[in-house]
């Protein structure tokens, strides 16, 4: 049974940071590219960050240069650091993964979710 369980959430200041972390198990972690989606109300899920099992990252612009993927193959987890976060950056964000060296940006091509962590940035 796959599971991916975030971690990391939190309320925040604008400007400050977190750090989020995705825990696998359940599949061979490192033949996955793993995704980090966030979700506003009442927008749709958009990929953020995206890392393949050959450690190549898209960053839509919208967060480059802020925002950062990372993997450790041995602890089957993948990580979101995210700096110099804004109001407009307040999602629940979820962790994904699919079986391919493409780094997909639409949802539907993930094979697998985790149930999401609640990033609030206060002004």
């Known amino acids: 049974q796959v599971q991916l369980v975030e971690s990391g959430g939190g309320l925040v200041q604008a400007g400050g940071s977190l750090r989020l972390s995705c825990a696998a198990s359940g599949l061979t972690f490192n033949r996955y590219a793993m995704g980090w989606f966030r979700q506003a109300p009442g927008k749709e899920r958009e990929l953020v960050a995206g890392?393949?099992?050959?450690?190549?990252?898209y960053y839509p612009d919208s967060v480059k240069g802020r925002f950062t993927i990372s993997r450790d193959n041995a602890k089957n987890t993948v990580y979101l650091q995210m700096n110099s976060l804004k109001p407009e950056d307040t999602a629940v964000y979820y962790c994904?993964?699919?079986?391919?060296?493409?780094?997909?940006?639409?949802?539907?091509?993930?094979?697998?979710w985790g149930q999401g962590t609640q990033v609030t940035v206060s002004s």
């Open positions: 994904a993964a699919d079986r391919s060296i493409i780094i997909f940006t639409t949802t539907h091509q993930y094979d697998y």
């Open positions: 890392i393949n099992y050959r450690g190549s990252t």
